[in-house]
């Protein structure tokens, strides 16, 4: 052991002397590399002035994409790539530099949506509506250069047949959220919600042709709609759209184009949304020049003109006392009347007015109104109807001069008849009441609840189809009907136009 102990050490010393060579070469190496990095190569100066302007002036991402593959992937670190260093209260976060091009957006929640309630069927397997002296008639005259004949493609070789989905998470019923019917009576429009229960929605739009009730054109947007207007004198539809957080969707105005079963623009609103605002306390009134929009915003009316200029402020504003749940154009065409539960205000609608306001008439109601209809072409008489919810009796005001009409919770006041009557329907058994303006007497009145064949579920949509001189009534649980009268008949008829979700599907 002692005559191998120096050659031991000897080859120990020998160990650590090469080390210490190799680890003084290595440092040497780096300490070059790093002197070499920290001086800018030939041309670099040259360079980097070229591309200053580029800098100061960036394209819009989606340009600089296209125009410069090479530069389209941010020099930013991938934020699932970052490392966290936390000194005290304060985080600290570093990122690796990525390969170019590699730029990782979040990922969305998706819509689901249940297409089991729309098929399509060939077009040659449509039967047309069996009509009957003996029951109401559902089938009419399409009139020519009507918006349903505008929307309906003869080139197609099948038709979707749909019917309302039944819901029984959340609540019971259809999920239909809103329905508008076009100014010359052709097409009414169903905003039916797609999704759970808990979201994310979307809307599935359906057209149906009133002259067949057959469905024009089905089609779904990744908004979840709450009015719809229609545009007159076009194919444009006018919707409110409620924000979704979850899609960092905005809260806005959507333009939809019908002919072609599209969203057409989306306008946001700058506007607080105000969660506790409910669908019905909001008013959309859509003109051919403009649409006008209430209720959301306060005091605070909105208006958009058409068309839309993309280079401009597309909307004015302006204020009314309180904020009007109800919107209508006076029959001569010259002032808005928006009705809230404290007034009625007109405003002037002429071109150079700005919307000056013209007069106002004190109502102080205690409930917000959700209809209004003018009584006898008059500028200043009209019918106000609360909302179901409210129970109260809706109210004829003429002269300024209020009169309640019998029963309550009136949801819908529609005109009958090339407005002579006034149809108000009735949240309570599910009654109508016909109203001669004239007099403000009941000349008629039907309570549908009474009525065979029968159908379950509350009234949710009610409009007067002068073609056939009959009610259309949708109910809660999707049902569709007309109410009227058989031609020499005086007791009151009942006919389904489609069963809705009265049984799960």
Same mark, same amino acid.
């Given at each position: 052991?002692?005559r191998?102990?120096?050659?031991?050490?000897?080859m120990s010393?020998?160990?650590?002397?090469?080390?210490?060579?190799?680890?003084g070469?290595?440092?040497?190496?780096?300490? =070059?590399?790093?002197s070499?990095?920290?001086?800018? #190569?030939?041309g670099?100066?040259?360079?980097q002035?070229q591309?200053?302007?580029?800098?100061?002036?960036?394209?819009?991402?989606?340009d600089?994409?296209?125009?410069?593959?090479?530069?389209?992937?941010?020099?930013?670190?991938?934020?699932?790539?970052?490392?966290s260093?936390?000194e005290g209260?304060?985080?600290?976060?570093?990122?690796?530099?990525?390969?170019?091009?590699t730029?990782?957006?979040e990922?969305?929640?998706?819509?689901?949506v249940?297409?089991s309630?729309?098929r399509?069927?060939?077009?040659?397997s449509?039967?047309p509506?069996?009509?009957?002296?003996? *029951?109401?008639?559902?089938?009419?005259?399409?009139?020519?250069?009507?918006?349903?004949?505008?929307?309906t493609? $003869?080139?197609m070789?099948?038709?979707?047949?749909?019917?309302?989905?039944y819901?029984?998470?959340?609540?019971?019923?259809?999920r239909?959220?809103?329905?508008?019917v076009?100014?010359?009576?052709?097409?009414?429009?169903?905003?039916?919600r797609?999704?759970?229960?808990?979201?994310?929605n979307?809307?599935?739009?359906? !057209?149906? /042709?009133?002259s067949?009730?057959q469905?024009?054109?089905v089609?779904?947007?990744?908004?979840?709609?709450k009015?719809?207007?229609?545009?007159?004198g #076009?194919?444009?539809?006018?919707?409110?759209?409620?924000?979704?957080l979850n899609l960092?969707?905005?809260f806005?105005?959507?333009?939809?184009d019908?002919?072609?079963?599209?969203e057409? *623009?989306f306008?946001?609103?700058?506007f607080?949304f105000?969660?506790?605002?409910a669908?019905e306390?909001?008013?959309l009134?859509?003109?051919?020049d403009?649409?006008?929009?209430?209720?959301?915003?306060?005091?605070?009316?909105?208006?958009?003109?058409?068309?839309?200029a993309?280079?401009?402020?597309?909307?004015?504003?302006? *204020?009314?006392?309180?904020p009007a749940?109800?919107?209508?154009?006076?029959?001569?065409?010259?002032?808005l009347?928006?009705? #809230? !539960?404290?007034a009625?205000?007109?405003?002037?609608?002429?071109p150079?007015?700005?919307?000056?306001r013209?007069?106002i008439?004190?109502?102080?109601?205690?409930?917000k109104?959700?209809d209004?209809?003018f009584? /006898?072409?008059?500028?200043?008489?009209?019918?106000?109807?609360?909302?179901?919810?409210?129970? #109260?009796?809706?109210?004829?005001?003429?002269?300024?001069?209020?009169d309640p009409?019998?029963?309550r919770?009136?949801?819908?006041?529609?005109?009958?008849?090339?407005a002579?009557l006034?149809?108000?329907?009735?949240?309570?058994?599910?009654?109508?009441?016909?109203?001669d303006?004239a007099t403000l007497? $009941?000349?008629?009145?039907?309570?549908?609840e009474?009525?065979?064949?029968?159908?379950?579920?509350?009234?949710a949509f009610?409009?007067? =189809?002068?073609?056939? =001189?009959?009610f259309?009534?949708?109910?809660?649980?999707?049902?569709?009907f007309?109410?009227?009268?058989i031609?020499g008949?005086?007791?009151?008829s009942?006919?389904?136009?489609? /069963?809705?979700? $009265?049984?799960?599907?």
């Open positions: 052991m002692k191998s102990f120096p050659r031991l050490a000897l010393g020998f160990a650590i002397a090469m080390i210490a060579a190799i680890s070469a290595v440092f040497a190496q780096m300490n =070059h590399s790093v070499a990095s920290s001086k800018p #190569s030939a670099f100066e040259e360079n002035a591309e200053q302007p580029v800098l100061k002036t960036p394209a819009p991402p989606q600089q994409a296209q125009a410069r593959p090479e530069q389209a992937g941010s020099a930013l670190p991938d934020a699932s790539e970052r490392n260093i936390r209260s304060l985080s600290i976060t570093a990122t690796p530099k990525t390969n170019p091009g730029v990782k957006e990922k969305l929640p998706e819509i689901e249940d297409s309630n729309v399509s069927i060939p077009k040659s449509v039967q509506i069996r009509e009957s002296k003996r *029951e109401l008639t559902l089938a009419s005259e399409l009139p020519a250069d009507s918006l349903a004949e505008k929307l493609d $003869a080139k070789e099948t038709v979707s047949v749909w019917r309302p989905a819901a029984s998470q959340g609540f019971r019923g259809a239909l959220d809103a329905f508008a076009s100014p010359d009576q052709t097409v009414l429009a169903i905003a039916e797609t999704g759970t229960a808990l979201g994310p979307g809307t599935r739009i359906v !057209l149906v /042709n009133t067949n009730w469905v024009i054109r089609f779904t947007v990744d908004r979840m709609l009015k719809l207007a229609f545009v007159p #076009s194919t444009t539809m006018a919707a409110i759209a409620f924000p979704q960092k969707q905005d806005g105005l959507d333009m939809l019908l002919a072609e079963g599209k057409q *623009e306008l946001p609103l700058s607080p105000n969660e506790k605002i669908p306390d909001v008013a009134l859509a003109m051919q403009r649409v006008i929009c209430s209720g959301f915003f306060g005091p605070t009316v909105f208006c958009i003109h058409l068309p839309v993309k280079t401009e402020v597309p909307f004015h504003t302006f *204020e009314t006392v309180s749940s109800a919107l209508a154009v006076t029959p001569d065409g010259k002032s009347a928006a009705a #809230s !539960l404290k009625i205000e007109y405003f002037d609608l002429t150079d007015a700005k919307y000056k013209r007069s008439t004190t109502l102080d109601l205690g409930w109104p959700v209004i209809h009584l /006898n072409g008059a500028q200043t008489d009209f019918l106000l109807c609360p909302a179901f919810r409210d129970d #109260s009796a809706p109210i004829f005001v003429r002269s300024s001069v209020k009409l019998d029963g919770s009136a949801g819908f006041a529609v005109p009958v008849e090339q002579s006034i149809g108000v329907a009735f949240k309570v058994k599910g009654r109508i009441d016909v109203i303006p007497e $009941a000349t008629d009145s039907v309570i549908m009474q009525l065979r064949p029968a159908t379950t579920g509350d009234t009610v409009f007067y =189809h002068d073609a056939i =001189h009959a259309c009534v949708i109910d809660t649980n999707g049902n569709c007309a109410v009227g009268k031609p008949e005086k007791r009151w009942k006919r389904i136009i489609w /069963n809705g979700g $009265a049984t799960k599907r």
